[in-house]
């Protein structure tokens, strides 16, 4: 799937190729009891991560820790994700959550 951002007359659109987002067997096990609000945090955040894993936004810092590893901090200190990014596979892989 390719996404074009903008369109310009006469240039060719910037396209971006989204990142493949996989979930770990033991976050995605850990998932299936979570509560809704979490779950919702969790699927803004993902659709930022396809985007742009490497983003800051408005809804939530990002920090890195090493090369790979990043965190998404969620707001008012509700939580965070944990992920690794494969840029040359265009991979993002969600390992840990935190939720208070």
Do not use: C, K, N
């Not at 390719?2 to 007359?9: A, D, E, G, I």
């Not at 998932?31 to 979490?38: F, K, S, V």
């Not at 969620?74 to 965070?80: I, S, T, V």
Request: aromatic share 12%; glycine share 8%.
């Amino acid at each position: 799937m390719v996404t074009s951002l903008h369109s310009f007359p006469g240039r060719t659109p910037a396209t971006v190729i989204p990142y493949r987002v996989l979930v770990s067997r033991p976050l995605r096990d850990w998932l299936r009891g979570a509560p809704a609000q979490l779950r919702g945090y969790l699927a803004g955040v993902v659709s930022v991560l396809r985007v742009d894993p490497f983003a800051t936004t408005v809804a939530f810092e990002t920090y890195a820790i090493g090369e790979a590893y990043r965190l998404a901090m969620f707001p008012a200190g509700r939580g965070y994700l944990g992920y690794t990014v494969v840029h040359e596979r265009h991979v993002v892989l969600l390992t840990h959550l935190g939720w208070a």
